[in-house]
């Protein structure tokens, strides 16, 4: 069965820092396009960083721009989201996602809990 399993949300003080996990079984993660959503309470699930399919490159949103960092390490099939210098309004659900590079496939994890506060 495919799936994307997360892990390293918790409770950080503003300024702090946590490493998320996402780690992929079912499927290899250098055949789809990965990336992190979040949806804090309240509000819509929003993008917090993918991959651009005309360049390549990783787009983070500006919220988050030189705070987060995403990493990919193939031979652990596991994607990574460094984050630092957190905010109270980082505070949110986030979750892995997963695109198939051919197909229509698409993958989503179960979130985990990311609570930044004093």
């Known amino acids: 069965q495919v799936q994307l399993v997360e892990s390293g949300g918790g409770l950080v003080q503003p300024g702090g820092s946590l490493r998320l996990s996402c780690v992929a079984s079912?499927?290899?993660?250098?055949?789809?396009?990965m990336s992190w959503y979040r949806q804090a309470p309240g509000k819509e699930r929003e993008l917090v960083v993918n991959i651009l399919k005309s360049t390549g490159n990783w787009n983070y949103a500006d919220s988050v721009k030189g705070r987060f960092t995403i990493s990919k390490d193939n031979g652990k099939n596991t994607v990574y989201l460094q984050m630092n210098s957190l905010k109270p309004e980082d505070t949110a659900v986030y979750y892995c996602?997963?695109?198939?590079?051919?197909?229509?496939?698409?993958?989503w994890g179960q979130g985990t809990q990311v609570t930044v506060s004093s």
């Open positions: 079912g499927f290899t993660v250098v055949s789809y396009a």
């Open positions: 996602n997963a695109r198939a590079l051919l197909g229509r496939t698409v993958i």
